[in-house]
C-alpha cells in the first residue's frame, strides 16, 4: 500500500528476520536507502548474539546502519536484520521494505514508531496527566508509570507507561532537545545551546511506540500506515497525533552527522580555541603554518562511523 500523504510519524527502529542467505536480505535493502543504496555493504564478521553465532554490521561507506546476524544451531536457520534509528534515518523509501517481505517466512519482530514535536504541543506534564486520567488504558488493569527525572532541569524528563520485556507494545516519551543537545558533545548543561533548527530546546518533545512480536505478529501494514498503528495504541496516542506538524526536521539524515561534526569542532574551540588563537598570532597570521603544526594524517573513525563524509557541511 502506497500512501499518499507523508505520515506524520517515523520508524525508528526496525527489526525483521528471514529464512533467507544475508547476502539475498542485503539485496532486498538496497532500494529503501535511495542514492545510498548502491553503498551498502557488510563490515567484517564478528561475532553473533543471542544465540546466533555470526554477525555482520550494514554500512553506507564508513558508517555503520545496522546488523545482521545469523547461524547457530538453535537459530535454525533464521536471519535477523536490525536497523535501529539512526540506520531508520537514512531510509529513503519504506514502501521499499516490502521487497523484504518477499523473502522466506519474512516477519517483523520489532517496530518503534515515533512522533516528534517541536513547538511544545507536548509535554511532559501532558504525559503524566494522561495517565492519570486514564488515557493509556487500551484493555484490562492501566499501565504502570514510570518517570525518570534528575536534579539537572536540563537533563531532560523520561516517562516509560508499561512493562518493555516480553510485552508486544511498550511507550516511552522524553524531553528529546535535551537528549539532542547532550549528544552534542556540550554537556548536560548544554552551554551556550537554546535553539536547534530556530525550535527552543524545551520545546522538542518526543513519543516513541515499540513494538515487538511476542503473543501476535507485526503487520508489514503497519509501515505504511503508520500513523494510524501509532494512534490506535493508546487512547492519549490517538489525542496527541490529530493536527499535529509533520516530523519533518527529522527526516534530514544529513542532521546527525553534521551535528556530530559541530560539536566536535565546538569542542576542539573550547579546549584549544584561545591556544590556537595565540599561535595564530605567534605565527603572524599564517594559518597554514600553524595547521601544520597541529592535523593529523588519519581520520576519525568516530566521525567517520557518524556518516560526517556522506552529507554536505556549511
Known sequence: ???TTAPKTTIDWFRVRVQSEPRDALEALRSSFGDHGPSLAFGDLRNGV???RSSLPIH???????RM???GESQRGWVRIDIPGKGCEWVKDWNETARLQELDKAEITRLDIAL???NGEIKHENVVDAHDAGRFISKGRPPALQQIVSSDPRAGRTCNVGVRKRADKFFRAYEKGFEMVAKFGLGLSGVGITEIDGKRVEDIYRCELELKAVT???SWDCIPRRDQYFAGSYPFCADVLPGVEADVLMRRPSRAPQSDLAAALANCKTQYGAALFTALTAYHGDIGAVVDRIMGDHH???LLEAGVLLVDHD
Do not use: Q, V
Request: aromatic share 12%; net charge negative; hydrophobic share 45%.
Open 1 to 3: 500500500m502506497i500512501t
Open 50 to 52: 543471542l544465540g546466533f
Open 60 to 66: 553506507i561507506k564508513d558508517m555503520t546502519i545496522g
Open 69 to 71: 546476524d545469523f547461524g
Open 116 to 118: 516528534t514535536t517541536w
Open 216 to 218: 501476535r505478529p507485526i
Open 300 to 302: 576519525s573513525e568516530a
